[in-house]
């Protein structure tokens, strides 16, 4: 348990949240927050105290949904549990682990006088909850000095690993990179199989004699990307610039693998 007793509130209890909370809990005191009925039964029912009311803490971990909306990315759960922060605790240390966009955690700062603030984005893998779920490494970028004292304690108890970056921009901004980094890779297999399909070759075949060379690692061309969490921070990433043409043609690529091979296969 950390020597202060800081309670802990972590908002948010999905996928991510409440194994979050769940790992917290071994450390901290800790209390979770959702809007969803359903979400703080879950809680309940595996031994998490959570409510949904927003609750005073010293430490509030944000673990809610963000959205690519409308062409637009949609932070405003970011929004209303910084809003209930603010009116609760603007002294507490607030630790973003959701995704964000570029620029979101600044702005909660700024627009709800939030003063200590982390941004530390999950790389959690359902499948691989030892390796890659909670603890793992991390990058984490503060607001602060005060910020970066205040969260390296706090994830030093948790025992959780981090890549300190300058600022919370690179902390935000590695975050979609990686995710987009990975769907670029999928999409220019995606691109190698409709080009097989139409030249007459044979992509398994084709893949693994690719994949014989030293710098070469072809990932396999599935059901298209899938979930949400690739294909929305790639879309964060892509609106950052004007000119993000991988990125654009990365995702119509992914597009028309899945209407050439995944939605025949279903109608099939
Ligand atoms: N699922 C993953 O594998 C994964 C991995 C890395 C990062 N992330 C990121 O983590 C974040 C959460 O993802 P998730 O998969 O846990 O989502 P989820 O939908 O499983 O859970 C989100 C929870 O937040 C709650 N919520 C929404 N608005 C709220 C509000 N205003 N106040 C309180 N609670 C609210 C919802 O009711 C829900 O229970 C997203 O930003 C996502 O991109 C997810």
């Known amino acids: 348990m950390n020597q202060k007793n800081e309670k802990v509130c972590i908002m948010g209890l999905g996928n991510i949240g409440l194994p979050t909370a769940h790992y917290i809990s071994k450390h901290y005191p800790t209390i979770g927050y959702d809007i969803k ?11 998490i105290p959570a409510t949904s009311n927003p609750t005073q803490a010293d430490i509030y971990v944000i673990a809610v949904n963000t959205y690519f909306r409308n062409n637009t990315p949609d932070m405003s759960a970011i929004n209303s549990c910084c809003q209930n922060i603010s009116q609760l605790n603007p002294d507490a240390l607030v630790c973003f682990e959701s995704t964000l966009q570029v620029g979101t955690a600044r702005k909660m ?32 970028g503060t607001l602060n000095n005060e910020s970066l004292n205040k969260a390296q304690q706090f994830y030093n108890t948790l025992q959780i690993p981090t890549h300190i970056v300058s600022n919370i921009e690179t902390a935000e901004a590695t975050k979609i990179a990686e995710n987009a980094h990975r769907y670029v890779q999928i999409a220019f297999a995606e691109e ?28 396999e061309a599935r059901d298209g990307i899938g979930k949400e969490c690739l294909p929305k921070d790639t ?7 004007q000119d993000t043409e991988l990125l654009k043609g990365a995702m119509k690529t992914n597009d028309n693998y899945v209407q050439q091979f995944v939605t025949k296969t279903k109608n099939s």
């Open 192 to 219: 190698l199989k409709i080009i097989a399909s139409k030249n007459n070759l044979n992509f398994d075949e084709w893949r693994a004699a690719i994949n014989t060379k030293w710098n070469t690692a072809l990932l």
């Open 37 to 47: 009925e359903q979400a703080i039964l879950k809680a309940h029912q595996t031994g």
């Open 235 to 241: 879309a964060f990433l892509a609106s950052l610039a």
């Open 109 to 140: 700062a700024n627009t709800h006088n939030l003063k200590y603030i982390a941004v530390c984005p999950h790389r959690w893998w359902e499948e691989e909850q030892t390796e890659h779920g909670v603890k793992q490494l991390r990058v984490l």
